[in-house]
């Protein structure tokens, strides 16, 4: 087992041992936050026809137009009924915002430059042929590619499939995740708490967070610092893909998880990262099941969570992008503790003439979980950095799912 690691090794160990898991056809209605197995294309063009942008009336251009121009007015197409007779020099059909061109229009007029007197329509100005008019495959052509395998679907995606008329939808199944919190201190919120207690909040917190990166969550009670009861704990997981557990990672006598992990089969891939906050990090796999043990504080679990195990419920998901990008940020306040080891900062995005500001949350405690409110972005202070000043440039990523 590797001891105290870069983070970009422990990615790759982890994102190595990792694959998709199965797939599975759903209805689109039951597809939001699950991610394409497969290539999508249209089988349809979209729109399906030529259509009116707007109200109006059309009819067939000509060079050479009067103006005023009279028309008969010989049919009326509202939205959704298909024009029961072609329009010949002379004649106008009154036409609605949708509605599909009949045969022998080339152009709509808008109603506003015109007037109706009985079946008779003045066009006050004429227009151009081909003037407002959508033609058919506009937007998509049929055998058009939609969305592309790994796609995490979205509402605007799940929108696009309905209106190509897609039902169904291959994708991979939600991956299942076990989640233990571990520590005799820790009581479940709505009791009375107790002297030298805490309330759990790490499940809750990771629980949200597992479940924005499309996943099943399967949640155990609070499990105390013994080898015996965690053990019972991990069987209890042997239908999920992974397994996090929060506190029980240092290497204080009552941290046990790595040594639960190995008793357990795994075999331990690395503990500690070389990073601040959540070095206390253990990761173990038994054959295709991956489990992570994070840090009990509760900033360092969510911190460690983005950077190391958002990565691998996307590959697992699916998904075809599974790190967040890393660009420049500039400081929008300093930071002035010095340490040896490579910190993340929690930081606000503030955007002041077209660029991006970290403002950094005032404490960083690993223990503070408030730090985390608001926080849109992990900037990356380099090791042996010293202290960060007011508009220096740095690397940063941004929280998301």
Known sequence: MKTMIELEEALELVLSRIQPVETECVLISDAYNRVLATDVTSQIAMPPFERS????????????????LRLKVVSEIPAGTFPDRDIAPGEAAKIFTGAPIPLGANCVVRMEDTKQIGDEVTILHPVLPGSNIIPKGEEIKTGDLLLKQGFFLNPPAIGLLAAVGQEQVMVYRRPRVGLISTGAELMEAGQPLRPAKIYNSNSSTLRGM????????????????????????LEMFADTDIVIATGGASVGDYDIMRHALARFGCEMLFWKLNLKPGTPVSVGQKEKQLFIS?????????????????PALRKLAGRRTVEAGRFLVKMARGFGKAGKQRR?????????NGEIW????????????????GCHL?????A?????EPGELLMAGWITD
Not at 294 to 310: I, Q
Request: charged fraction near 15%; charge should be negative; proline fraction near 7%.
């Open 294 to 310: 994070l840090s009990g504080n509760p900033a360092a679990a969510m911190v460690t969570f983005e950077l190391l195990v958002r």
């Open 358 to 373: 970290a403002d950094p949350a005032p404490a960083q405690g690993s223990g503070i979980l408030r730090s985390m409110i």
């Open 53 to 68: 942008p707007l109200d109006g009336y059309a009819y067939l251009a000509m060079a050479g137009d009067l103006h005023p």
């Open 210 to 233: 597992i479940q924005e990166s499309g996943c099943e969550v399967l949640a155990v009670s609070i499990v105390s610092d013994e080898i015996e009861e965690t053990l019972k704990a």
């Open 384 to 388: 042996n950095h010293g202290s960060v």
């Open 344 to 352: 993340f900062l929690r930081a606000q995005a503030v955007f002041e």
């Open 378 to 382: 992990l900037v990356d202070v380099p």
